[in-house]
């Protein structure tokens, strides 16, 4: 379930369908990261593609360097009633036992549940081996991919516009509204609660992430890597003018065609989505280092 290097994320020219197969997502995610990027992305998003025939494969983008999580702070110390003299003092209640992968799906799926009020993460929670495909989604997410077999994204209404002004194209501005629900759906997500769940499964989550060949305690920094990647995202204040190649329309700034596929993609939004993104990334962020 490591992510594939091949996974690109371009402007279609016309409107292409696919499936919808399976974070997070996330998540986190939310995953978590699709924890972080649930949804309705669609058309937007090019299908899988077929192994190439030619030996040269661009590198996966390279993962920047993150913070580690702290392990979860102890709940706070309740003050005992006084007992009457001679009783026996009351036993701190038991922490809850380890997480059993064979029970992960269901509390997992109960947890998502009450820190998705707008139903969000609702296309993934169908799933099962939840555990597996988060440690997956947070894989590909920690190198800028995006990849549609993790993540179950239909499509959002309408499709992708372009309009000419002067002979240049630019995105169509009016089709920002289309992730509106979107972004509003990422906004409703707890961000502390979404904490909680990683905590509660991180034992599990390391596990998972060790099977795809990583040392296991570097799947906090790769967890954190995502949010970073989100929040480095840059802000556009202007329309930015495409270059169609072939069949897909890239940015003319060498710069913004070199940023990772979820970052390009965060940028369709259009800014004010973006931003509702970024704010939620930093506040899951600050919830998962304690800060």
Known sequence: ???????????????????????????????????????????????????????????????????????????????????????????????????????????????????????????LLVEDHLVDRGAALIDSLSQGLVLRKLLPLRQPPGSFTVREVQGITYVDEAGFARYDAYAGAIAALDTEVLAAAFHRARPLLESAYAELGYPADDLDNALISVLDRVLATPELREPQSLVKVEAVYRYADPELEALSPLQKQLLRMGPKNAATVRAQAGALRAALLGQ
């Open 1 to 123: 379930m490591q992510a594939s290097p091949e996974d690109r994320l371009e402007y279609p020219d016309k409107p292409r369908r696919s499936p919808v197969p399976l974070l997070v997502v996330v998540v986190l995610i939310l995953a978590l990261v699709y924890w972080f990027l649930p949804g309705d992305l669609g058309d937007d998003v090019l299908p899988e593609p077929v192994a190439p025939t030619v030996p040269d494969v661009p590198a996966a983008p390279e993962r920047p360097v993150a913070a580690d999580i702290p392990p979860a702070a102890p709940p706070p110390v309740v003050a005992a009633d006084p007992q009457p003299a001679g009783a026996a003092p009351e036993a701190p209640p038991a922490p809850p036992p380890p997480l059993a992968k064979a029970d992960s799906d269901a509390e997992l799926r109960e947890t998502l549940t009450v820190a998705d009020p707008a139903g969000a993460l609702a296309p």
